[in-house]
C-alpha cells in the first residue's frame, strides 16, 4: 500500500522537479508543467501519462482510471495509491516525470539510477 511520503521524496529530489501546495493539493511540478497531482486527502495520484497508450492502461488493470470528461484533453491517469505498492508509485512518479523534462534529463537519471527509483527514496540512497 502506496502513501505520499513514498514519493514525497521523489518529486523533491528529481533534476528540475519542486513540489507545490495549490489551493490545498500537493502537486510535483516541472517548470509550469505538473506531471503529478494528488487528491485533497492524498488518497488519488494523478500522473502523466501517454495520452496513446492510457486506454489500454486502464482497460487492463482496474487500478488505473481516467479522469473526467473534462481533462481527457491532457496525458493523464489516475490511481488510488492504497492500490499500488510503493515501488510501483515511485516508478510511475518517475516515468511522468520523464515526460517533461529533456531526454538527456531523463538518461542521466537512468545511468545514476539503474536498477530504477528502488524501494528506497533518493535521498537515502548510498553510492
Do not use: C
Not at 16 to 40: E, M, N, P, Q
Not at 50 to 58: F, G, I, N, S, Y
Not at 74 to 79: C, E, I, K, L, T
Not at 88 to 108: F, G, I, N, T, Y
Amino acid at each position: 500500500m502506496a502513501v505520499v511520503d513514498d514519493v514525497l521524496p521523489l518529486g523533491e529530489a528529481l533534476d528540475r522537479s519542486y513540489v507545490v501546495t495549490v489551493r490545498g493539493r500537493l502537486k510535483f511540478r516541472v517548470g509550469s508543467i505538473v506531471y503529478v497531482a494528488f487528491s485533497h486527502d492524498e488518497t488519488v495520484m494523478g500522473f502523466a501519462f501517454p495520452k496513446e497508450e492510457r486506454q489500454a492502461l486502464v482497460d487492463s488493470d482496474p487500478r488505473f482510471h481516467l479522469p473526467d470528461a473534462s481533462d481527457m484533453r491532457f496525458n493523464w491517469v489516475h490511481a488510488t495509491l492504497a492500490e499500488l505498492d510503493a515501488v510501483e508509485a515511485r516508478e510511475l512518479v518517475v516515468d511522468a516525470w520523464r515526460m517533461v523534462v529533456p531526454q538527456k534529463v531523463s538518461r542521466a537519471y537512468d545511468a545514476s539510477h539503474p536498477d530504477g527509483p528502488g524501494p528506497r527514496s533518493p535521498r537515502q540512497r548510498t553510492s
